[in-house]
């Protein structure tokens, strides 16, 4: 059985096999502000409320007051 005439560095094999692992993070719209968003990840919406799950768990200050 033939053998590599030079052996290859860890780095280089690693390298290698890194690039197709990667994949993009999985976006969801919200159905009530049609704003797209991390799925399962709350967000702040364009008013500056918090909101999660098509709920607001952090409303946003008035600049006003």
Not at 37 to 58: F, M, P, Q, S, T
């Amino acid at each position: 059985m033939p053998n590599p005439r030079n052996k290859h560095s860890k780095r280089r094999t690693r390298a290698r096999r890194t690039h197709y692992k990667l994949t993009p993070p999985q976006l969801a719209r919200d159905p009530q502000t049609g704003e797209m968003h991390i799925y399962h990840h709350a967000y702040y919406d364009d008013e500056g409320n918090l909101r999660y799950r098509g709920k607001i768990l952090v409303k946003a200050k008035d600049e006003l007051e």
